[in-house]
């Protein structure tokens, strides 16, 4: 499940581990759409548990650029 949280950020939860990998890449996808409206900003997915991420466009990141962080 893809829950929008604001304009930047996605909370992504999985209820099995068979869709993980989709479920994040289609919230990447739309992360994706908006960097590229401003070009200045790279894309990070944090897990925060064993089932929930979230998907953010985020400063730290530089444009073009998706990166991994575990926060848990």
């Known amino acids: 499940m893809?829950?929008?949280t604001s304009d930047h950020t996605l909370r992504v939860t999985v209820n099995?581990?068979?869709?993980?990998d989709d479920e994040i890449s289609a919230a990447v996808d739309m992360a994706?759409?908006?960097a590229m409206k401003d070009?200045?900003?790279g894309i990070?997915?944090?897990r925060?548990?064993?089932?929930?991420?979230?998907?953010a466009v985020?400063?730290?990141?530089?444009y073009g650029i998706t990166q991994e962080k575990y926060a848990c």
């Open 44 to 46: 990070l997915v944090t």
């Open 58 to 62: 985020s400063n730290e990141v530089p």
């Open 32 to 34: 994706r759409e908006n």
């Open 2 to 4: 893809i829950e929008t």
């Open 48 to 55: 925060e548990g064993l089932a929930s991420f979230t998907v």
């Open 39 to 41: 070009r200045r900003r």
């Open 16 to 20: 099995d581990k068979a869709n993980m």
